[in-house]
């Protein structure tokens, strides 16, 4: 049999194919996407991930970052090193993101292939590292207490504390001291230090993701607010204003000198108003309140104790243990609307 005879829409079709394959892709005016523009897709790609990878504690984090960093820039006049405080926010916000996205990464290696020391690595500081940006952040208001006002306003908040009290609450508590009494109180203060990690640690351990984040959240908005405040309105302590106001110095045994330990490295001029200490323990009572109440009524007798050793201490004014409540509770309650949004709980 002969062959078919082919139509001319057929034809027509062949042709056209012989044609495309004829010319060349440039010919046609499709370019190939050059190496930049490949190198910056999968960088667009792998920070949509890191982002993805955020949640509620991230974005309240990102955005203290952020916004010290304008009112860095703002200031700037009235820092000494402001270049250097950008860097170090940009730096700090990358490491978050990176850190992020690794965890991510891991956690798409280990659903493939199992979990690796690796996965449990970057599982661990996923979860933990807000400890250590809370710490730094704290520590860098020694930069910043003054980046408003070069004064200090502690004036204002003695006048406060005798106007509610009638007496100046840091020197009055002096006649009570004893050794006895100081031990207990710097060990109530100290206390502080170890509420979050409790909690945190016993939501880790039971793998409440939810619970977890939540307080953290809650208490880097509790902080966060504190921060900013404490960078516009600059208040040194009863430590350094009062200094020589009272007898004696607090004696006491091994809390006493654990506590003076600390403070000795750690303490930071400016940043007392309002108390984060007080901030930190009240984010972190009402997470054991919400989450955990057995813990809750554990921590309630230290925190009232820790707010109590804060003026006794010589460390706060009265003022400051209002302040921090505030902020605290504030800080609770904006970090549970954010908690309800969608993605809010990270790294699990």
């Not at 003026?311 to 921090?324: Q, T």
Request: charge should be positive.
């Amino acid at each position: 049999m002969g062959a078919e005879p082919v139509s001319k829409m057929e034809t027509t079709r062949y042709s056209q194919n012989a044609a495309a394959i004829a010319w060349p892709a440039g010919a046609r005016g499709v370019r190939e996407p050059t190496r930049e523009q490949s190198i910056a897709k999968r960088v667009q790609r792998e920070l949509t991930t890191a982002w993805k990878a955020c949640g509620a504690y991230e974005w309240v984090a990102l955005g203290y970052l952020a916004l010290s960093t304008v009112l860095i820039a703002v200031f700037a006049r009235n820092l000494a090193h402001p270049g250097r405080l950008v860097a170090t926010q940009g730096l700090l916000s990358v490491l978050i993101l990176g850190l992020c996205w690794l965890y991510t990464r891991s956690a798409e290696r280990a659903a493939r292939n199992g979990g690796s020391f690796a996965s449990r690595f970057w599982h661990f500081w996923r979860h933990w590292y807000p400890h250590l940006l809370f710490l730094f952040c704290f520590e860098e208001l020694a930069h910043l207490v003054h980046m408003v006002h070069p004064g200090w306003f502690d004036g204002k908040l003695i006048a406060a504390d005798v106007w509610i009290t009638g007496v100046n609450p840091v020197l009055w508590m002096e006649r009570f001291a004893n050794p006895l009494l100081n031990e207990y109180m710097q060990f109530a203060y100290i206390t502080y230090f170890t509420y979050l990690l409790i909690l945190g640690g016993i939501l880790y351990y039971r793998r409440d993701w939810q619970g977890y984040w939540s307080v953290m959240t809650y208490s880097m908005a509790g902080y966060s607010i504190g921060y900013v405040i404490a960078a516009a309105f600059p208040i040194q302590s009863p430590w350094f204003q009062l200094a020589g106001s009272w007898h004696a110095e607090l004696r006491g045994g091994p809390f006493t000198a654990l506590i003076n330990f600390i403070e000795h490295y750690g303490r930071v001029r400016g940043a007392a108003f309002p108390s984060e200490h007080v901030a930190g323990a009240f984010a972190a009572l009402w997470g054991a309140w919400a989450h955990r109440r057995r813990v809750f009524w554990v921590f309630l007798p230290l925190v009232i104790s820790m707010c109590i050793s804060t003026v006794y201490g010589r460390y706060h004014y009265m003022v400051d243990i209002f302040g921090g409540i505030i902020t605290g509770t504030l800080g609770y309650w904006l970090g549970g609307k954010l908690m309800r949004v969608r993605g809010a709980v990270a790294g699990t």
